[in-house]
């Protein structure tokens, strides 16, 4: 047979690998291994950094004392720690068209009842007002979560 890639022949196992049999390549950190020794390493490369020291950026990232970056005002960033109000407000008017952000951004950080095109409503807390969407947190019946829309799907909100 015409090998590309011969292999020395020599004492030992098959294709000039070691015996298993053989003390070559015995580790006492793992026993019965065919690992080489790392010394005093108990990973290869050392690659994990022991327990409790952090290395490189935190995750998720820190934000500068202002808060995070996009204009965010306020120091509450989180979800509220009390559900919205017991009632459903009456509706007040109904959009043709979409949701200016400037109004709805007077409802940042406040609890805010919003209408949708499709006819779902729901009390959202929002935290983000951009230039087509909005973002907070918003009453499931029975906890705050995270969520997003676009301003054109909102047909009309009041803020609480």
């Known amino acids: ?6 292999f020395p022949q020599g004492p030992g196992g098959p294709q ?3 015996p298993i049999e053989g003390q070559q390549f015995r580790n006492p950190q793992f026993p019965g291994s065919m690992m080489p020794p790392f010394g005093n390493q108990q990973f290869p490369g050392n690659i994990f950094p022991p327990f409790g020291q952090q290395q490189g950026p935190s995750f998720p990232p820190s934000f ?3 808060g995070p970056p996009g204009g965010q005002q306020g ?5 509220p ?5 017991s009632f459903v407000p009456q509706r007040q008017s109904v959009g043709v068209f979409a949701v200016d952000p400037g109004s709805i ?10 209408w949708l095109n499709n006819g779902n409503s729901f009390w959202l807390y929002p935290t983000f007002v ?4 909005v973002s907070g947190f918003r009453w499931n019946g029975f906890m705050w979560t995270f969520y997003g829309t676009d301003l054109e799907r909102i ?3 009041q803020c609480f």
């Open 81 to 85: 720690t009390s559900p919205p109000p």
């Open 105 to 114: 951004r007077g409802c940042l950080f406040r609890n805010t009842y919003v």
């Open 64 to 66: 500068p004392p202002g």
């Open 75 to 79: 120091g509450q960033q989180g979800a």
């Open 16 to 18: 000039g690998f070691p």
């Open 155 to 157: 047909s009309s909100f």
């Open 1 to 6: 047979m015409n090998n590309q890639f011969p």
């Open 130 to 133: 951009g230039r087509r969407s």
